[in-house]
């Protein structure tokens, strides 16, 4: 046992005599009292039949407002809305291949593409698919595009092989169907006198949906001599087909922020000059998840609708992989109200993404944009989608009780009793600088110890003892009050959870992984000795990813512990026995238990509170993805107070924490 921690304050020094600015209903906003929401609101996807019932899997709109959809029985047409539907004259698809388009040329003749993803191979002509001819690298095509536009308008990006060789990285262009093809541009800069290049390339080109004119590119080059490469993610535009290139997005710029990754899609569609675009970035672990960027002037300016905005610290890396998008290339919106916005067939927006509703039923397969409507091919057939909202007309009352600006990305949370009743809130804050704060309910802060990068916090049942981990080298968990010292030091993994019981034992949920250890979960004295340890690495019962972070107990010590890399939670006996497991959540975070033995889980990845019963019947949902008060955005903690029945969660991206005095949903 060490005294004396490092670094951090006591208490007494650090009572500051301000209050947090409270209740506001968008993120960064905020008045001077409590608030009350008004009723949560609910975000439905509503999916409209056609008469098409045939399950459908690839959907193709032109700027007519003629649809074409792939089905088990063929290719159907339909010139009318969706309304009647005929048989296209469309043969059997070349061997290993798909629909890769089909349109309408200027002159209304239906035109056919077929080919592997992403690269087109195959024209229909006359009835009989013919192989396109290449440009002169064929074996080095890596994609090709054909213009909805004007589908005798090709574009293809040839890729050198690696290890390199002499062999061209560049943009070719049709403007007969592939007869010929014209070299218009070097993504990855020049190399000597013959233009070649000598590194790889990966990217793709996507033709203008209605102005034939009109292309997009993001290409990533691995490398080139006399060239830079490009910075991903970004996409340039032109509007001569290829002559010329401008930039349309790119991070750093325009309002996107600075972080890495690559452009999956820009999204726009059918009716002119909306100027509304939509585009997914596939971040890299040290940003985030997949984020979704809008803009309503044609690219001009940019806005982050949903995701992340980058720079998580170390102990946040597995928030990478979120939001839980099913497919986040595939996304749409409904062109006669484009505040309506559906991502990946499972999340929808109809305030153009300043909240969302993870939406049930079956994933569609595909999605067009006509001028006005937004269709998805499904199982049941061809659906008109629109997004809309409404009051839950709940008895939960929503506060914000904290939405200081310095009370950054909140993580753990603890509440503080005295003779038996809640009287204050601990919550471990700012995963860069950290820092642990005392607050009274009514927002106002009563004390901080700082710096400290706390990532779970505890407290005794009479609100005497706090205890915290630390993720600041060297790791740490750390008694705070009623003494200052360190319970243990110099620990090889990262602390995370914590909880501890009645006789004072403390419960620590560890981050494993590589060189750090292999210990999952441990009991320490308050002396520093550890009583037992959990190792087991696995998906079974008892077993364990390598990430524990949330941990939990009840009257009888059982323990709760959020399982996050597995999506579960698990409840094991005091001694470590299996008991039973809360599957199918999505990265979950916080575990609280209340006197009744409910469970109340932070649902991360999904952006929801959940209970659950003690047999493991699910109780009650609480929030959604967004900004409202009402929704979270992938709140990481979450406290109980078993007296009043009031909910406790740290929103952590709203950076915010919010009570909900509720009996269920």
């Known amino acids: 046992m060490q005294r004396a921690a490092p670094g951090v304050c006591s208490a007494s020094t650090l009572v500051l005599a301000l209050s947090i600015a409270v209740a506001a209903l968008s993120v960064g906003g905020g008045s001077a009292h409590a608030q009350a929401s008004a009723a949560p609101m609910q975000v439905v996807l509503d999916r409209q039949p056609t008469t098409l019932s045939t399950p459908a899997t690839r959907l193709f709109a032109t700027s007519s407002g003629t649809l074409f959809v792939f089905t088990a029985a063929g290719v159907m047409r339909s010139d009318d809305g969706a309304t009647t539907w005929q048989r296209a004259p469309i043969p059997d698809l070349p061997p290993n291949t798909a629909l890769s388009l089909v349109t309408l040329d200027s002159a209304g003749n239906m035109v056919a593409y077929a080919g592997t993803a992403g690269k087109a191979t195959f024209r229909l002509d006359h009835g009989d698919w013919r192989p396109l001819n290449l440009p002169d690298s064929e074996p080095h095509v890596s994609t090709l595009s054909v213009s909805p536009a004007d589908p005798n308008v090709l574009y293809a990006l040839t890729s050198g092989p690696w290890p390199p060789t002499n062999v061209p990285v560049g943009l070719y262009r049709s403007r007969d169907a592939g007869a010929t093809w014209q070299l218009i541009d070097k993504p990855c800069g020049p190399n000597g006198t013959d233009g070649r290049a000598l590194f790889a390339a990966s990217g793709w080109i996507q033709p203008d949906a209605t102005d034939p004119q009109r292309v997009f590119r993001s290409v990533t080059c691995t490398g080139s001599i006399g060239g830079g490469a490009p910075r991903a993610p970004y996409i340039d535009q032109s509007r001569n087909q290829g002559d010329n290139w401008s930039e349309f997005f790119r991070a750093g710029n325009g309002g996107v922020p600075p972080i890495a990754g690559d452009v999956l899609r820009v999204t726009g569609n059918f009716k002119r000059g909306s100027g509304v675009f939509l585009i997914t970035v596939r971040n890299d672990f040290r940003g985030g998840g997949s984020s979704v960027f809008r803009s309503v002037d044609d690219g001009k300016t940019w806005k982050s609708v949903l995701g992340f905005e980058g720079g998580v610290a170390t102990s946040y890396s597995y928030l990478t992989d979120l939001p839980n998008i099913s497919d986040p290339g595939m996304l749409g919106f409904v062109p006669a109200n484009p505040e309506q916005i559906v991502i990946g067939g499972a999340w929808a927006s109809a305030d153009g993404g300043q909240n969302w509703g993870s939406v049930a039923g079956a994933t569609p397969k595909d999605m067009a944009m006509t001028a006005n409507d937004l269709f998805a091919a499904t199982d049941a057939g061809v659906v ?272 915010r924490l919010v009570t909900i005095t509720s009996q269920g949903q």
């Open 384 to 655: 008109r989608l629109s997004v809309r909202r409404f009051d839950l007309q709940l008895p939960d009352v929503w506060h914000a009780i904290a939405t200081d600006p310095s009370l950054q990305r909140p993580v753990g949370l603890a509440l503080g009793a005295v003779d038996g009743t809640t009287s204050s809130v601990f919550v471990a804050y700012d995963a860069g600088k950290g820092a642990l704060r005392t607050l009274g309910l009514d927002g106002s802060v009563l004390a901080e110890w700082a710096p400290l990068r706390a990532a779970g916090v505890a407290a005794t049942a009479d609100g005497q003892g706090l205890f915290a981990t630390d993720e600041g080298y060297p790791f740490a968990v750390r008694e705070l009050l009623p003494d200052q010292f360190s319970v243990v030091e110099n620990m090889k993994q990262s602390p995370q959870g914590i909880a501890v019981d009645p006789s004072g034992v403390l419960y620590v949920g560890l981050h494993s992984a590589g060189s750090l250890g292999a210990v999952r979960l441990m009991q320490l004295s308050q002396a520093g000795d550890i009583l037992n340890m959990w190792s087991d690495s696995g998906t079974g019962p008892g077993q364990f990813g390598d990430s524990v972070w949330g941990v939990a107990l009840d009257a009888a010590n059982n323990m709760y512990v959020a399982d996050t890399l597995n999506d579960r939670v698990q409840e094991l006996a005091s001694d470590g026995t299996p008991v039973m497991e809360w599957a199918g959540l999505h990265r979950p975070y916080g575990v609280a238990v209340d006197a009744d033995g409910n469970v109340y889980v932070a649902d991360t990845a999904a952006s929801r509170i959940v209970k659950f019963a003690a047999d493991g019947t699910q109780l009650a949902t609480w929030g959604d993805w967004g900004t409202d008060l009402g929704h979270f955005r992938f709140p990481m903690g979450v406290a109980v107070d078993s007296t009043t029945g009031s909910i406790y969660v740290a929103d952590t991206f709203n950076d």
